[in-house]
């Protein structure tokens, strides 16, 4: 499954770094949708996580203002 995002939702989906820059898992690790640590495109799991990129520049504003609310 190809899921695209906005980088928040990538962050909460893929994990990020943390304030010591330890890798912190994000939901789909926690699923066993995607391994554990940082992302790698060659490591497989269930889910593709790709970053949404709008040709539209009004279109890319609107997901980004959407991604933020919660």
């Given amino acids: 499954m ?3 995002g906005t980088d928040p ?3 909460q989906l893929q994990g990020r ?3 010591d820059g330890r890798w912190v898992d ?5 699923a ?3 391994p554990p640590g940082e992302p ?3 490591a497989g799991g269930l ?3 790709r970053r949404f990129a709008a040709a539209d ?3 890319d504003r609107q997901a980004a203002r959407h991604a933020l609310r919660r």
């Fill in 2 to 4: 190809l899921y695209l």
């Fill in 9 to 11: 939702v990538l962050r």
């Fill in 17 to 19: 770094p943390g304030p």
């Fill in 26 to 30: 994000g939901v789909a690790q926690d």
């Fill in 32 to 34: 066993g949708l995607l």
């Fill in 40 to 42: 790698d495109a060659g």
């Fill in 47 to 49: 889910l593709q996580v």
């Fill in 57 to 59: 520049p009004a279109v």
